[in-house]
């Protein structure tokens, strides 16, 4: 198993605190494949979602120096798992693409581009910007990203924390 893993299921919520009864008392853990949502969607939703993610994995695009480095298709493929998950939603698709950008600068990659303005927002033009302080969030099959903005991916099947109180 790789760190990812390890790590999500270090904070495996306990049975006696799950919020969903109808978990099985036999939480493993095991690795499992959900079912592929772009078969149950429309074509121009997959279609779309390829148009939208192929940011990640285009040659001349603003992550192609990366590519050598860390390879786009997986994060390709998330993205549009991701993005036809959410009915073709592009929030979710610019999620992806803000954790293949977290990776590759997590890798210290010279001359990365980006297609996420100031505001946090793909393709946008910096003018949606809200101070709303540190964040953390979990999006996607299966992205977080932390309250330090590093990102990280882990998909179990059980109920997890997705933060603690440290105090106490």
């Known amino acids: 198993l790789d760190a990812y893993h390890v790590f999500g299921v270090s904070w495996t919520v306990p049975r006696s605190r799950r919020l969903l009864l109808s978990q099985s008392d036999n939480c493993t853990d095991s690795r499992y494949s959900p079912s592929y949502p772009c078969h149950s969607k429309s074509n121009s ?5 390829e148009t939208y993610c ?7 695009g603003p992550y192609s120096s990366c590519h050598p480095s860390s390879d786009p298709r997986q994060p390709f493929e998330s993205c549009v798992f991701d993005t036809c998950a959410c009915d073709g939603n592009t929030d979710c698709a610019c999620r992806s693409v803000k954790a293949y950008e977290l990776r590759c600068k997590d890798l210290q990659i010279e001359d990365l ?16 910007c809200v101070d709303v302080g540190a964040t953390a969030q979990a999006f996607g099959d299966p992205h977080y990203s932390t309250f330090d903005q590093s990102g990280h991916h882990f998909q179990g099947s059980c109920e997890y924390y997705f933060t603690k109180d440290v105090v106490g």
């Open 54 to 60: 192929n940011v990640i994995r285009d040659p001349q």
């Open 113 to 128: 581009g980006t297609v996420v303005d100031d505001c946090g927002v793909c393709f946008g033009d910096g003018s949606s």
């Open 45 to 49: 939703i997959q279609m779309a979602a």
